[in-house]
C-alpha cells in the first residue's frame, strides 16, 4: 500500500503577493521590450535618408497669418523620394498652409541653392508652347533665342521661348501705363526659368509632361494684344487683337487637354479689363487672372474660381528707411487722376467738388503725361493718406501705388475685390469707406482727422511690412506679386481639382452604359 504524500505548506499570503507582482513586472518588461524592438524597424524602414525633410513649423513665419507663412512664404511639400510620400506631403502642404518644410539643400524651398522640383512644389504646371505672336513676338522677340529680334533665324531652327538664363537678357516689357497689367508677363518669365534657377521659392514649377500637370498654363499676353493691336491697321478687316483671341479659342478647342474638362484647370491671364473681350465667354472656363470683375458678368468671372492679382505699381518703392513717417507728410489726403467717371466713378466728382479747397489736401487732375508719374510719386510720399475712388472700373493701379508709397489707402469702391484677401487682412494697413458715406458732407475729413498719430503709424508700419507683397520682379522672390499670385492659384487649384475628380468618379461607367 502506497503512503500517502505529503502536502507541501503553502507559503505565507504576503509571499505570494511579492511572487505575483514580481511575474507580472517580468512579463509587462518583456512585452514592452518587442513592442519597442518592432516600433524601431518600423521607424528605420520608413525615415527619410535625409532628416530635413520632416515637415516642421517654421518660426520665421510667427509675424504673418498662418494661411501665409504657409502659401506665401513656401509652399513646397517635403522632398520624399518615394512617388506616393511626396503626393501627401504636397496634399498636406496644401490642406495644413502653416506648416511646411525647413529648406532643402541650404534654402530649396525659399531663397538659397536648391532646385524646384515637381515633387516639391506646390503647383505643378504645363505650359503650351504657343507662337510668339501670342506673348514675347510682342516685345521684338521673334524665334531666335535672344532678347532681340534675329532676322537670319531660319523658321525651323526657332526656339520656343526666348533664353530666360540672363535677366538682362530677356526681352523687356514696353513703360507707361502697360505696366500695369504686366502680370502675364512676369507669371511666364517666373515659370520658363523655374526649373534652372537656384534662388526661387518653390510654389510653382513648370513640368513638360502633361499628365504631371496640376494646372495647364496658357501664356497670351492679352493685356499687351489689347493696348498694342485693338485698332484696325489700314486695310485690315479684324484687328490683329482680334484675330490672335480667334486663333487661341481654336487651338485650346482641339487640344485634349483643353476637352478633357473643359478648360476647367487651365490658367489665363487677361488682367486689363478689356482684354480678351471676344473669346472671354468661349473660354470662361478656365481660371482667370484679372484685376477686377467690373466688365466681367458673373457666369464668366467670379470669386469662386478666379484670382485677383495686384496692378503692377507705376510709382518708385520707398525703402524702409527713406518712408516719411507721420509729422513728415505735411498733406493729409492725396489723390491724382481722372476727375470724371461713369457708373460707380461718379463719386469722384462729388469729392472733389467737396476737397477741392481744403488746405491740407491735394485733389487734383493728373495722368502719366506731363510728369503724372514724378508728381504722383512725390505727392503720395508726402501724404497720410492716399485716396482710391472706384472709377469707371472699381480697382485702379492707385491702390499699389499707394501701398509702393507706405502712404495709408483709403479705399471708396464698394465693389472692389482685392489681391490675396485671404491671406491679408487689408484692414490692418486701409481705411475702408462706403461710397455713400464719402459722399456726406463732412464725413470723410472727419474720420481721417479723427485717426490719431500712433492709430496711423501702426498702418504704416504694417504698410512697410506687406509692400514686398505687391512688387512684380524677375527673378521672382520669397512672398512677391509673382509668388503670391502663384500661392492663390494654388489654393484654387486645390478646390477646382477636387471637384473635377469628384466629377470623374462614374466616367468609365459612364462610357460603357
Same mark, same amino acid.
Given at each position: 500500500?502506497?503512503?500517502?504524500?505529503?502536502?507541501?505548506?503553502?507559503?505565507p499570503?504576503?509571499h505570494?503577493?511579492?511572487?505575483?507582482?514580481?511575474?507580472?513586472?517580468?512579463?509587462? %518588461? $518583456?512585452?514592452? +521590450?518587442?513592442?519597442? #524592438?518592432?516600433?524601431?524597424?518600423?521607424?528605420?524602414?520608413s525615415?527619410?535618408?535625409?532628416?530635413?525633410?520632416?515637415?516642421?513649423?517654421?518660426?520665421?513665419?510667427a509675424?504673418?497669418?498662418?494661411?501665409?507663412?504657409?502659401?506665401e512664404?513656401?509652399?513646397?511639400?517635403?522632398?520624399?523620394?518615394?512617388?506616393?510620400?511626396?503626393?501627401?506631403?504636397?496634399?498636406?502642404? %496644401?490642406? !495644413?498652409?502653416?506648416?511646411?518644410e525647413?529648406?532643402?539643400?541650404?534654402?530649396?524651398?525659399?531663397?538659397?541653392?536648391?532646385?524646384?522640383?515637381?515633387?516639391?512644389?506646390?503647383?505643378?504646371?504645363?505650359?503650351?508652347?504657343?507662337?510668339?505672336?501670342?506673348?514675347?513676338? *510682342?516685345?521684338?522677340?521673334?524665334?531666335?533665342?535672344?532678347?532681340?529680334?534675329?532676322?537670319?533665324?531660319?523658321?525651323?531652327?526657332?526656339?520656343?521661348?526666348?533664353?530666360?538664363?540672363?535677366?538682362?537678357?530677356? &526681352? !523687356?516689357?514696353?513703360?507707361?501705363?502697360? $505696366?500695369q497689367h +504686366?502680370?502675364?508677363?512676369?507669371?511666364?518669365?517666373?515659370? #520658363?526659368?523655374?526649373?534652372?534657377?537656384?534662388?526661387?521659392?518653390c510654389?510653382?514649377?513648370?513640368?513638360?509632361?502633361? +499628365?504631371?500637370?496640376?494646372?495647364?498654363?496658357?501664356?497670351?499676353?492679352?493685356?499687351? +494684344?489689347?493696348?498694342?493691336?485693338?485698332?484696325?491697321?489700314?486695310?485690315?478687316?479684324?484687328?490683329?487683337?482680334?484675330?490672335?483671341?480667334?486663333?487661341?479659342?481654336?487651338? $485650346?478647342? /482641339?487640344?485634349?487637354?483643353?476637352?478633357?474638362?473643359?478648360?476647367?484647370?487651365?490658367?489665363?491671364?487677361?488682367?486689363?479689363?478689356?482684354?480678351? *473681350?471676344?473669346?472671354?465667354?468661349? %473660354?470662361s472656363?478656365? *481660371?482667370?487672372?484679372?484685376?477686377?470683375?467690373?466688365?466681367?458678368?458673373?457666369?464668366?468671372?467670379?470669386?469662386?474660381?478666379?484670382?485677383?492679382? &495686384?496692378?503692377? !505699381?507705376?510709382?518708385?518703392?520707398?525703402?524702409?528707411?527713406?518712408?516719411p513717417?507721420?509729422?513728415?507728410r505735411?498733406?493729409?489726403? =492725396?489723390?491724382?487722376g481722372?476727375?470724371h467717371?461713369?457708373?460707380g466713378?461718379?463719386?469722384?466728382?462729388? %469729392?472733389?467738388?467737396? $476737397?477741392?479747397d481744403?488746405?491740407?489736401?491735394?485733389?487734383?487732375?493728373?495722368?502719366?503725361?506731363?510728369n503724372g508719374?514724378? /508728381?504722383?510719386?512725390?505727392?503720395?510720399?508726402?501724404?497720410?493718406?492716399?485716396?482710391?475712388i472706384?472709377?469707371?472700373?472699381?480697382?485702379?493701379?492707385?491702390?499699389?501705388?499707394?501701398?509702393?508709397?507706405?502712404?495709408?489707402?483709403?479705399?471708396?469702391?464698394?465693389?472692389?475685390?482685392?489681391?490675396?484677401?485671404?491671406?491679408?487682412?487689408y484692414?490692418?494697413?486701409?481705411?475702408?469707406?462706403?461710397?455713400?458715406?464719402?459722399?456726406?458732407?463732412?464725413?470723410?475729413?472727419?474720420?481721417?482727422r479723427?485717426?490719431?498719430?500712433?492709430?496711423?503709424?501702426?498702418?504704416?508700419? /504694417?504698410?512697410?511690412?506687406?509692400? /514686398?507683397?505687391?512688387e =512684380?520682379?524677375?527673378p521672382?522672390?520669397?512672398?512677391?506679386?509673382?509668388?503670391?499670385?502663384?500661392?492663390?492659384?494654388?489654393?484654387? *487649384?486645390?478646390?477646382?481639382?477636387?471637384?473635377?475628380?469628384?466629377?470623374?468618379?462614374f466616367?468609365r461607367?459612364?462610357?460603357?452604359?
Open positions: 500500500m502506497v503512503g500517502e504524500r505529503k502536502m507541501q505548506p503553502l507559503p499570503p504576503e505570494r503577493r511579492a511572487l505575483r507582482f514580481v511575474a507580472f513586472l517580468a512579463v509587462s %518588461l $518583456l512585452a514592452f +521590450s518587442c513592442w519597442a #524592438l518592432v516600433n524601431s524597424r518600423i521607424s528605420d524602414a525615415m527619410p535618408a535625409d532628416p530635413a525633410v520632416v515637415l516642421v513649423r517654421d518660426a520665421d513665419t509675424t504673418l497669418t498662418p494661411a501665409l507663412a504657409g502659401v512664404e513656401d509652399t513646397a511639400a517635403a522632398a520624399v523620394p518615394a512617388g506616393g510620400a511626396a503626393t501627401a506631403a504636397r496634399a498636406a502642404n %496644401l490642406s !495644413h498652409p502653416a506648416i511646411r525647413p529648406p532643402r539643400l541650404a534654402g530649396g524651398g525659399g531663397e538659397g541653392e536648391g532646385r524646384c522640383d515637381a515633387d516639391a512644389a506646390a503647383l505643378r504646371v504645363y505650359v503650351y508652347d504657343l507662337p510668339p505672336e501670342f506673348h514675347f513676338g *510682342m516685345l521684338g522677340w521673334d524665334g531666335g533665342g535672344g532678347g532681340g529680334k534675329r532676322k537670319t533665324k531660319t523658321k525651323a531652327a526657332a526656339a520656343a521661348w526666348p533664353d530666360v538664363g540672363d535677366p538682362r537678357a530677356v &526681352p !523687356h516689357y514696353p513703360g507707361g501705363l502697360n $505696366l +504686366s502680370v502675364a508677363y512676369w507669371l511666364t518669365l517666373d515659370i #520658363l526659368s523655374s526649373t534652372t534657377t537656384t534662388d526661387r521659392p510654389i510653382a514649377v513648370r513640368v513638360t509632361n502633361a +499628365s504631371q500637370a496640376d494646372v495647364f498654363f496658357v501664356p497670351f499676353f492679352a493685356s499687351l +494684344s489689347y493696348n498694342r493691336h485693338s485698332k484696325l491697321r489700314h486695310g485690315e478687316k479684324a484687328s490683329t487683337n482680334r484675330v490672335l483671341q480667334a486663333e487661341l479659342v481654336k487651338h $485650346l478647342s /482641339r487640344k485634349e487637354t483643353w476637352r478633357r474638362w473643359g478648360g476647367r484647370d487651365h490658367l489665363i491671364v487677361p488682367h486689363h479689363p478689356n482684354s480678351m *473681350m471676344e473669346a472671354r465667354k468661349r %473660354l472656363a478656365a *481660371m482667370f487672372v484679372l484685376s477686377d470683375f467690373g466688365r466681367y458678368s458673373p457666369d464668366v468671372a467670379n470669386l469662386k474660381k478666379d484670382v485677383i492679382a &495686384p496692378y503692377k !505699381h507705376v510709382v518708385r518703392s520707398l525703402a524702409d528707411h527713406e518712408s513717417a507721420f509729422d513728415q505735411p498733406i493729409l489726403a =492725396y489723390f491724382q481722372a476727375i467717371r461713369k457708373a466713378g461718379k463719386v469722384r466728382q462729388k %469729392l472733389y467738388q467737396m $476737397l477741392k481744403e488746405r491740407d489736401v491735394r485733389f487734383s487732375y493728373g495722368s502719366v503725361r506731363q508719374i514724378r /508728381r504722383a510719386t512725390a505727392g503720395m510720399s508726402a501724404s497720410k493718406f492716399c485716396l482710391n472706384a472709377g469707371d472700373t472699381p480697382s485702379s493701379n492707385r491702390l499699389f501705388d499707394a501701398i509702393a508709397s507706405h502712404c495709408v489707402p483709403v479705399v471708396v469702391s464698394d465693389d472692389i475685390e482685392l489681391p490675396f484677401e485671404d491671406v491679408l487682412d484692414s490692418e494697413f486701409c481705411v475702408f469707406v462706403r461710397a455713400a458715406d464719402a459722399a456726406k458732407k463732412g464725413f470723410l475729413l472727419r474720420l481721417l479723427g485717426i490719431s498719430r500712433d492709430e496711423w503709424t501702426v498702418m504704416w508700419g /504694417r504698410l512697410k511690412e506687406v509692400a /514686398r507683397h505687391f =512684380y520682379q524677375y521672382s522672390r520669397r512672398g512677391d506679386a509673382v509668388q503670391m499670385v502663384w500661392g492663390a492659384v494654388a489654393r484654387k *487649384m486645390h478646390n477646382v481639382k477636387l471637384q473635377l475628380h469628384k466629377r470623374g468618379r466616367q461607367t459612364a462610357s460603357e452604359s
